[in-house]
């Protein structure tokens, strides 16, 4: 019914910068909260950013300073800008949503696929 495509990961230098794109697509009704976790090779997943329906922000205080979430309603697309890049960023980025469907205005909660972000010289 609902999913998440994400989009934009790569190999950067570390210094460098990336911007992540996530397009929720389907029967939505509400978006409540989008963000991106992450998951290193070996580590559990963690939380690195989300934003609320409403705008309000939370970071990872390893991310914070550096990383921007944001997000186009309209579109129903989150972004991650990623700047100063750090080798400890590297890892698999996931999407997250909850979301109300339309059809049923049920909460559903949803993972994109991942998509890999390598910093490394």
């Known amino acids: 019914q609902v999913q998440l495509v994400e989009s934009g990961g790569g190999l950067v230098q570390p210094g460098g910068s990336l911007r992540l794109s996530c397009l929720a697509s389907?029967?939505?009704?509400?978006?409540?909260?989008m963000g991106w976790y992450r998951q290193a090779p070996g580590k559990e997943r963690e939380l690195v950013a989300t934003i609320t329906d409403g705008g309000s922000t939370n970071y990872a205080d390893s991310v914070k300073g550096r990383f921007t979430i944001s997000k186009d309603n309209a579109k129903n697309t989150v972004y991650l800008q990623m700047n100063s890049l750090k080798p400890e960023d590297t890892a698999v980025y996931y999407c997250?949503?909850?979301?109300?469907?339309?059809?049923?205005?049920?909460?559903?909660?949803?993972w994109g696929q991942g998509t890999l972000v390598t910093v490394s010289s």
């Open positions: 389907g029967i939505i009704f509400r978006i409540n909260v």
């Open positions: 997250n949503a909850r979301i109300v469907v339309l059809s049923t205005y049920r909460t559903l909660e949803v």
